[in-house]
């Protein structure tokens, strides 16, 4: 069975009465459960389980410290092109804005992942814009391959591929795969995504399961919060990383949680998601995933990242810049794909989180 059914025996409505129905007795009842379900995830994200919010983050905390301890993982985003065809209604890059746009030539790639390299950083995630003629399968695998030896891990964050498509980054070093839904409501992907070929709402949702059956490590999804309303991506996000933890349990999965932040084109956030909702969210993910990764990013700001790393974040950027170039290269003179809140160096991140009595992990994967 695909996500994609099983999604389906989720229904809005039957997301939305969960959650109305839960109660405060139900948030602790689940709290006293070592196993959760669907239907638990449910209710610790429902409207009850903010007024239980301290409980429920007493025990994301617990669980956060028995299976990963005190311990963070940091990567940095290197961003290889801006070029893209599509018109992604919230994103800075979309077709229509008119940013300067840039795309590294392979020694450009390789200078800029090699500086990245010197902070001492063993993650390294590249990102593309969707345009797959520029930045083709082939371009993204050539520069894996070459800054493969410089990386412990070298991810993915780039347009869906085909599953062949996968197998070949996997050959050339890719070991993780990284995909946003953006929001898991079908008619508002339809309205948010009006051409171009991410368009393709079940090719899209699809795309991880086709990077775990190519052969890669570690996989990591989400949506895009304030994109649709918090009960119904919440959920859906949780339940997709559930399910592809039950279908390839190999595999290392994670999720990310990125709010909508300000960008080039002044969208409208139609769902914001508030400081509440956003620790209820990893909170909740965190009891009902005890083994998934956590990923924040610079979106939030150093308050809030330093914060939340006690309630279950296990993994966080450090040292980045939303440009294509700008290390050692020129940069491509515009504003990025959206405005960073946490300007900290990889430096600067490794101090904060000791004084936080936690330990940053450059590396934490050997390719034998
Ligand atoms: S979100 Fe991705 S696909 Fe959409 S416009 Fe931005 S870069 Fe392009």
């Given amino acids: 069975m695909t996500f994609q059914k099983f999604l389906a025996a989720w229904p809005a409505e039957r997301r939305e009465d969960g959650a109305s129905a839960a109660t405060a007795d139900d948030v602790l009842a689940v709290l006293d459960k070592d196993c959760l379900q669907p239907v638990d995830f449910l209710t ?70 090699a500086s990245i390299a010197d902070t001492g950083l063993g993650h390294i995630l590249l990102l593309t814009g969707d345009a797959r003629k520029i930045a083709s399968p082939q371009y993204i695998a050539a520069i894996a391959k070459a800054i493969r030896p410089l990386f412990a891990s070298v991810g993915v964050e780039v347009y ?20 946003f839904q953006e929001t898991y409501t079908e008619r508002l992907y339809s309205q948010l995504h009006p051409v171009g070929p991410k368009k393709d709402y079940v090719f899209r949702l699809s795309a991880p399961e086709r990077a775990a059956r190519a052969g890669m490590r570690s996989l990591g999804i989400g949506a895009l919060l304030g994109l649709g309303s918090f009960v119904q991506d919440a959920f859906a996000t949780g339940l997709h990383a559930w399910w592809l933890q039950k279908n390839f349990p190999g595999l290392e999965i994670s999720v990310s949680i990125p709010r909508i932040c300000p960008h080039e084109g002044n969208f409208d956030v139609p769902d914001e998601v508030d400081d509440v909702h956003f620790v209820q969210y990893i909170t909740a993910l965190r009891c009902f995933l005890p083994k998934a990764g956590i990923t924040c990013s610079t979106r939030e700001n150093a308050f809030m990242r330093d914060h939340i790393i006690r309630l279950g974040v296990t993994r966080v950027s450090a040292g980045v810049s939303t440009s294509v170039g700008g290390r050692v290269t020129p940069d491509d003179g515009g504003h990025g794909q959206f405005e960073i809140a946490d300007h900290r160096s990889v430096a600067e991140m490794t101090t904060a989180l000791a004084r936080l009595g936690y330990q940053a992990v450059v590396k934490d994967w050997e390719d034998i």
Wanted: with cysteine; proline share 3%; net charge negative.
């Fill in 160 to 179: 869906s591929m085909t599953e062949e498509e996968y197998r070949f980054l996997a050959a050339s070093g890719v070991d993780s795969m990284t995909m």
């Fill in 44 to 113: 610790l994200l429902s409207p009850a389980a903010t007024l239980c919010l301290e409980d429920v983050a007493r025990r994301a905390h617990d669980i956060t410290l028995r299976h990963f301890g005190r311990a963070v993982q940091l990567f940095t985003p290197l961003y290889l092109s801006n070029i893209c065809t599509n018109q992604c209604r919230y994103c800075g890059f979309n077709a229509k804005n008119h940013q300067p746009r840039r795309h590294l030539t392979h020694e450009e790639a390789l200078a800029e992942a």
